[in-house]
């Protein structure tokens, strides 16, 4: 053998460094993946320090012990230069390239290109990283949900006027900008404490130096602050009221951007003169129910008869009982709505204008309710109890002079007590049973009058017809009374025989009858009739001798004179 010659890879130098660190950094798993020989890329393990060797892989086997990694559950990054490593680098969760040594292809596909040769800038990476996770973190909770959270609870609230909520938002936006950029400062690199201890060493030497400079800066400054803080910003539906050294300027300011003295030359109120004020009389509604059990934030039920006994409604007794015109208790809950006429007035002329109003309008409603009846405040007289209120109210309070308009009374929740709720309910009773036995006597009334008239006016029509149906049977019988008397003077002798015999008939009715002859000359024949007037033929017997005409004859028996 004449002489062997040997090539082998070469280790970076800092190439265990960087391996260390990455491990003192909590990132426990490092693997080599390389397509090298096996004998080869397990020296160059071991020289790094590290345990998990896959050689002799092709660029998809590199890919495929990726995707295990990643179905164990692991975030991969991967770190190659070369063009077998680009497939891998774009499977990884975070491709790492180096770049001044690697390809454009390797660079393409990573998602993190290293512009340094040495591997220490992967732990910077790492570090980086994380820091600006930490700083998204910040970004988000601190100005993102806090900051901004706290800024609509002050706008809200009315701490914050519309311009001081515009600047607050392009404050917190700069916080947010000032926070990221503390990632490109040198503290974030060499430690923060020690950029701070050496800047803060600087410019005590500093302000030592240049102490007069100082101080005639600062005093402009406070100069300056003290001028500015003198502007103030008077919204659409306010007004200002400016008091010089405490006396009132006679004019309040419109709505605009304005400037005064500063506290304690000037002072300024702003107030909304049309904004709607109300004053609760009877009760009062909480503004915190912190204190309700379970969190119940209003009353169970809102019937007169059931007490109020949690949520909102806090009932004021001494104010809500009074006495009516016919001399009822009554409970009355009202609201008085009202604004501002002078603001000035308002804000210099009642210490409490809310309390003034409250007394005013509770003795107003006093002295209605103590001439008005039970009935009518409980019902058909709420609106003209309201009306006259509210009439009288203002009277009043434009006699106090504080500049109050009166809006409106209403009257929310008007009963008896609920200490009478049990004697208020047997009246409710025994009017229901009135009104009940009232409904049912006019019902009978109503069906029993119209039943008697239509009796009534059947009988008057029944009497009615039997009087024309009398007084036709008498016209008809006067009638044939004439007739008969004009018929008995036309032939006297004709109508006496027929009269005869027509009285005869209703004289004799039911009787036996017998004809008689009675003429001297002529002949005598007797009829005999039974029960039903059939003529009875007696048997031939020998006949008596005939004897004149009597004058008086048997029973039964009629004589008629035959004439002509």
Known sequence: ????????????????????????????????????????????????????????????????????????????????????????????????????????????AANVVLMREDLSALTAVVRVARKMLRTIHENILLFGFGYNGAMLVACATGYLSPVGAAIAHQVGSLAVLLNSLRLLSRAQVGGWMSFVRRRAMHGASWLREHRPQVIKGGAAAAAALYLMSGFYIVQPHEVAVVQQFGKRLPHPMPPGLHWHFPYPIERVTKIAPHQIRAVEIGFRTRRSVASAPYGITEPVAYEWNIQHREGRYEKRTEEAVMLTGDENLVELNGVVQYNLKDAAKFLFRASDADALVRAAAE??????????????????????????????????????????????????????????????????SAFEEKSKL?????????????????????????????????????????????????????????????????????????REKFIVDARKTGRRQMFFLDEKGNVIVPEQQPQPPQTPPTEELAPGLMEEEEKG
């Not at 020989?37 to 020296?43: I, K, M, P, S, T």
């Not at 590290?50 to 086997?61: F, G, H, N, R």
């Not at 058909?380 to 309201?386: A, I, V």
Request: hydrophobic share 45%; glycine share 6%.
């Open 363 to 428: 003795s107003t409603l006093r002295q209605l309710v103590a001439v008005t009846p039970l009935d009518a405040v409980l019902t058909t007289g709420r609106t003209q109890l309201e009306r006259a209120c509210q009439t009288q109210l203002q009277k009043r309070l434009d006699a106090y002079d504080v500049g109050v308009r009166v809006r409106a009374v209403r009257l929310q929740d008007v009963h008896p007590p609920v200490e009478v709720v049990d004697a208020f309910r047997a009246v409710s």
């Open 1 to 108: 053998i004449v002489g062997i010659v040997s090539a082998q890879d070469s280790l970076r130098a800092d190439a265990a460094d960087t391996v260390r660190e990455l491990r003192e950094l909590g990132i426990a798993h490092i693997a080599l993946l390389t397509g090298d020989r096996r004998q080869a890329a397990e020296l160059m393990a071991r020289r790094a320090g590290i345990t998990d060797v896959a050689a002799e892989l092709l660029p998809d086997q590199k890919v495929e012990h990726i995707r295990q990694m990643q179905a164990q559950g692991w975030k991969v990054a991967m770190l190659g230069d070369g063009i077998n490593d680009a497939p891998a680098l774009a499977q990884a969760n975070v491709g790492v390239a180096m770049g001044a040594a690697g390809t454009d292809i390797a660079a393409q």
């Open 438 to 510: 009232i409904n049912e006597a006019e019902a009978y009334r109503n069906e029993q009058v119209p039943k008697a008239r239509g009796a009534a006016h059947a009988k008057v029509q029944e009497a009615q017809g039997f009087r024309v149906g009398r007084v036709r049977r008498a016209q008809g019988d006067a009638a044939r009374f004439v007739q008969q008397q004009t018929a008995f003077r036309t032939a006297p002798d004709v109508t006496r025989t027929r009269l005869f015999w027509e009285t005869m008939e209703e004289v004799w009715a039911g």
